[in-house]
């Protein structure tokens, strides 16, 4: 009995160890995730003050629209970054694609801090704006399969959904360092000319020593124990295009679950910052405060839904979504385009994330649990890549397209129509938590 008395207290500092590893490994991750998507989305928090610098014209829409579409075109390439890092991570280890991916946008993010105006080096500045938008879509296309794949594979099984959550809340996070920088330029230290004439450049040049930062950071990431164990299998592996294109079922999926998602994120996020400027009337400074308050509550939402799907499963809160983005989006934008209250206009984006949050919370665990170890990232990266290119990355420039013709409400019913095709495939598809791949490695 002394014996057995004695020994039973060993597991608990085991526990605890691994609890701490796990813990230490999703930070460092995340962090990574939080600079490289603050560095993506300081671009749309200072269009407004850079657009005029690349695109000469009398007309602020056009000047938006231009801005949105080079915005989009940093989506197109993400399916190849997709194929790119995501081949990387299945076949060189999580940690490496992770580490390169973040490196690359830096580059991205300097490029722009240092390409002159269109007034002084003519169409070669939105060129180089070009450019630059293209490394970080490639960066950003083959971080989102990495890391999703990374997350899902360092938590333990009954938190998963959990742990998973922190990729959008450190991606949401990123979105909100961005707009307290862009807080304390318009307060604090810059008038609004000086933001136009060359502030705008500081946050770009802030995120590239940010993203030195966290390539740093991810060198010493632990890998995953799934990668390492499939690494020893002894089977030779195809290629990455060749063994993803086994799965046409989890394929169709994650292009079926994302569509709806991906278009009613960047609508509420990139999108919001336009829409509540130009169309609700609101000035530069309320809008940053309407939209950093609404993603505040965004991500306090996205561990509370995790925690959830990991008692209930996965299926229930992606019908969730579904439902209430199909009924709702389109009373909701309406109701924002018409009022003048600062707070109202906050309660009715905090009231759409209540319902995009089923989606954000647990989506990259879902598409981590449809795919097997050894083409995880690339089965997560490629298919998500291409439907975010299609319509995420597109719709801040559908929307536009609707207003200067004069039909910005077509854009309304555009989303709701998009969510509930996602909806058709929420409603018949497996509910990963119960039924999933994670445990096999080939």
Known sequence: MSNLATSQPHPRPIEFADARRR?????????????????????????????????????PVVQQLNAATLFAAGFIVRPLGGWLFGHLADRYGRRLSLTVSVLMMCFGSLIIALTPTYATIGFAAPSLLALARIIEGLSLGGEYGARATYLSEIADPEHRGFYSSFQYVTLIGGQLTAILVLLLLQNVFLTHEQLVAWGWRIPFVIGALLAVTAMLMRRHMHETESFTEANKSPVKRESSIRGLLRYPREIAIVVGLTAGGTAAFYTFTTYMQTFVRQTAGFSDITTTYVIAGSLIFAAILQPIYGAISDRIGRKPLLIFFGVAGTLLTVPLLTTLAGTKSPWVAFLLISGAWVFVAGYTSINAVVKAELF???IRATGVAVPYALTVSIFGGTAPAIAL???QQGHEQWFYYYLAGVIFVS???YSTMRDTKHQSAMHRHD
Do not use: C
Request: charged share 10%; net charge negative.
């Open 23 to 59: 813990l230490k490994a999703i930070f460092v991750g995340s962090v990574g995730n939080l600079v490289e998507w603050y560095d993506f989305y300081a671009y749309t928090a200072f269009s407004l003050y850079f657009a005029p610098a690349f695109f000469p014209s009398s007309d």
């Open 423 to 425: 909806l058709l495939v």
């Open 372 to 374: 097997p170890t050894a």
């Open 401 to 403: 397209f609707f207003k």
